[in-house]
């Protein structure tokens, strides 16, 4: 069955149940991204919040440079190495517990970020961060393709991954506020704004469990030992459909559920498909660019007009992801239903990030390099999302539950290295470049976004091919 053979159904009726499931899988999705994402944002604004009094991150724990790059790089080599086995271990159990179970554990460990006292616990609760929040966005994506046919897939992803933009832009209007809360009880602001933030997360991934459906299906070797059937009683919500939206539902997405026992073998098959490698390439451009500008872009603004006060950069920072999440909202939906130009978009998303890098690298006055940054915004918005509707498209018909789960995962992790390289090589990572405006490290994310553009051409042509032999 392909899955072409959901065009025989009553597209009203799946539309109608797919507004359904929207409803419900929807926000609690993009709940549990912002909340996990959130950290990420905060990280580098902590970086300068209350600067001027002494209290910032660095300052509070004596950073050196390399002590921030190192504790950022280490964050991602947490995600790269353990994506791939979090992704796996979603495929045997339940989704919905997993996905809550990361909430909880990300929630609880940034919790702990404000007892730091050197850069030694930096370091160390950096990568466990990047560890226990592993899996999560290859996890969401795997989930969604549970639950949504390939077709609907790039606007729901575009939807919940609106939350990283919009919590990288309240990240910077509450560290304006946390930073009030300076010396309350001899907290810094930044210590005020872990804690919150961590108990608030660990209590919404709890509720999750109730919140989020399990798989749309039951599979035939699911277990039925005495504490499943207590578990599922207790913590697992009701299915969103009735009987015969079920049935309708299970018939559009039938082609979906295709292999769902896999082993080692199936692995290296993902792994050796030379489709993998085009997008991999894709996301280190564009991941590298969003992650780099998330983490350091308050010291972007900052380094480009230091009369700024740190309340003032933070409120700064927030517009860029409002940029971001318009280029989402405006460009996803185009890449859904022209799905054979995909590369198209992820190219020409690629380009306007170029762009708006030259304005803020070469413009002149700080406002104007700002403006670049806010049009490096609107294009990093698509591009994420297409990689991954793109991962699903191409390995979930062939290989099943396994090449959703693994490819979404090998995608995210081994694309991260362009996290590293933003983090680490680069801004803070590189001290000389800081008296240049950082204008070496903006380059090099526009040589980054280049060969990303060229993946995404080699990928469409890979898969053409492909389709082809077949």
């Excluded at 616990?121 to 592993?134: D, E, K, P, Q, T």
């Excluded at 995210?412 to 590293?420: A, C, D, H, M, P």
Aim: charge should be positive; proline fraction near 4%.
């Amino acid at each position: 069955m392909t899955p072409s053979m959901g065009k025989d159904l009553p597209k009203a009726a799946l539309d109608r149940i797919y507004r359904k499931l929207d409803l419900r899988i929807i926000p609690a999705l993009w709940c549990l991204y912002f909340l996990t994402s959130f950290g990420s944002s905060a990280y580098g604004l902590t970086l300068t919040m209350n600067s001027k009094a002494g209290h910032s991150l660095g300052q509070h724990l004596h950073l050196t440079p390399h002590d921030t790059s190192t504790a950022s790089a280490l964050y991602y080599v947490g995600y790269i190495i353990f994506d791939v086995p979090m992704n796996l271990i979603m495929t045997k159990v339940s989704p919905q517990t997993w996905l809550s179970r990361i909430v909880i554990t990300v929630g609880s460990v940034y919790a702990c970020y404000h007892v730091l006292e050197n850069n030694k616990g930096l370091i160390a609760i950096r990568f466990i961060s990047g560890m226990v929040g592993a899996g999560t966005w290859p996890g969401m994506s795997y989930y969604v393709s549970l639950w949504y046919p390939n077709d609907r897939s790039t606007r729901r992803i575009g939807y919940y991954f609106t939350a990283a933009q919009i919590s990288a832009a309240v990240a910077g209007l509450v560290s304006a506020g946390f930073q009030k809360m300076d010396g309350v009880r001899g907290y810094t602001g930044w210590q005020w704004m872990y804690l919150v933030y961590g108990v608030v997360t660990a209590a919404v991934g709890i509720s999750l469990l109730w919140w989020l459906p399990d798989r749309p299906f039951k599979t035939d070797k699911q277990d039925e030992s005495k504490f499943k059937k207590i578990y599922h009683k207790f913590l697992t919500p009701p299915h969103p459909l009735n009987a015969e939206e079920k049935e309708l539902h299970r018939k559009d997405l039938e082609h979906r559920y295709k292999l769902l026992a896999w082993g080692w073998k199936d692995i290296v098959m993902v792994i050796t498909d030379l489709r993998i490698w085009p997008l991999i390439i894709m996301y280190f451009g564009v991941v590298g660019t969003g992650f780099g500008l998330a983490v350091f872009g308050s010291t972007i603004i900052a380094t480009n007009n230091p009369n700024l006060t740190s309340i003032q950069v933070s409120l700064l920072y927030a517009p860029i992801w409002l940029f971001d999440l318009a280029g989402i909202l405006l460009i996803t939906p185009f890449a859904d239903k022209f799905k054979r130009f995909r590369a198209l978009f992820f190219s020409f998303a690629c380009c306007i990030i170029i762009a708006g890098m030259f304005v803020t690298t070469f413009a002149k006055g700080s406002w104007n390099k700002y403006g670049g940054l806010l049009i490096a915004g609107f294009g990093l918005g698509p591009t994420v999302p297409i990689c991954m509707s793109w991962s699903a498209e191409i390995f979930g018909p062939r290989y099943g539950d396994v090449g959703t789960a693994v490819s979404a995962a090998l995608v995210s992790g081994l694309g991260n290295l362009g996290s590293v390289t933003a983090t680490y090589a680069l801004y803070s990572g590189w001290p000389a470049d800081k008296a240049r405006l950082y204008r070496n490290s903006n380059m090099m994310l526009v040589v980054m976004l280049g060969t990303s553009i060229i993946a995404s051409g080699v990928c469409h042509l890979l898969r053409n091919k492909v389709r082809q032999v077949k």
